[in-house]
């Protein structure tokens, strides 16, 4: 199997209940920002983004809340379902640069 | 609907082997990408094209070398494979700096 999450910090939750999963950026002329789930043996897969104008977006069952003070990112999961279980991370880029920063990942256990 | 497509999916290769990773993306996006996920580690940068006839080093480009072809495909090429470089590689692709970025299912590459 996969062994790219081999030492990622876990997030276990019940089946139904909501999720928060955190990321820390560290520059602070980063003004985009980006959510990733990463499946086991698939490639990452876009789930939301947010600029730097923003403090909160939300999509369905899922929103990011931006916090630029502290250069902090959520992301929450409404209900969270079996099929949430995977790993999340985020990115951060300035615009014009073409380098996005990527966390490590935080794992999605969800319990039934 | 293909989006990113990378081949191969899976390589084994001995020191000193070289190789050329696939990829090809049929959004028509401008830039394109060739990242390595190792474990613990967050995706890094090898190289990128932010436009069809450029190309720019990344994080970590040692050991590599890149071509746009065109506008639809980025391939990695690996002159001689060396143990530190086995890991899994992610080709992606956006239409501009700023945006999402859409990434293949990955070739995972062992060099023994």
């Known amino acids: 199997g996969e062994s790219v999450g081999l030492h990622l910090p876990t997030l276990s939750v019940q089946e139904g209940d909501n999720s928060i999963i955190n990321c820390a950026y560290s520059n602070s002329a980063s003004d985009y920002f980006i959510w990733y789930k990463q499946e086991s043996g698939k490639g990452p897969q876009f789930i939301i983004d947010?600029?730097?104008?923003?403090d909160k977006r939300q999509g369905q069952r899922v929103t990011v809340l931006l916090n630029k003070t502290v250069k902090h990112l959520s992301l929450q999961i409404a209900a969270t379902q079996p099929g949430d279980s995977a790993v999340y991370f985020c990115a951060d880029t300035t615009s014009g640069t073409y380098k996005y920063i990527f966390g490590t990942g935080t794992r999605l256990k969800v319990l039934a | 609907n293909a989006g990113v497509t990378q081949t191969p999916k899976f390589q084994v290769l001995k020191t000193g082997q070289s190789m050329t990773l696939q990829c090809a993306q049929d959004m028509n996006h401008n830039s394109m990408y060739w990242y390595r996920q190792d474990p613990g580690m967050g995706l890094r940068l090898i190289y990128y094209s932010a436009s069809e006839g450029t190309t720019d080093k990344g994080e970590v480009p040692n050991g590599y070398n890149v071509s746009r072809l065109n506008k639809r495909e980025f391939s990695l090429r690996l002159e001689s494979a060396a143990p530190s470089q086995t890991s899994v590689y992610f080709c992606?692709?956006?239409?501009?700096?700023?945006?999402?970025?859409?990434f293949g299912d990955g070739t995972r590459l062992s060099i023994l």
């Open positions: 992606a692709s956006t239409e501009d700096s700023n945006q999402p970025q859409h």
């Open positions: 947010i600029r730097s104008n923003m």
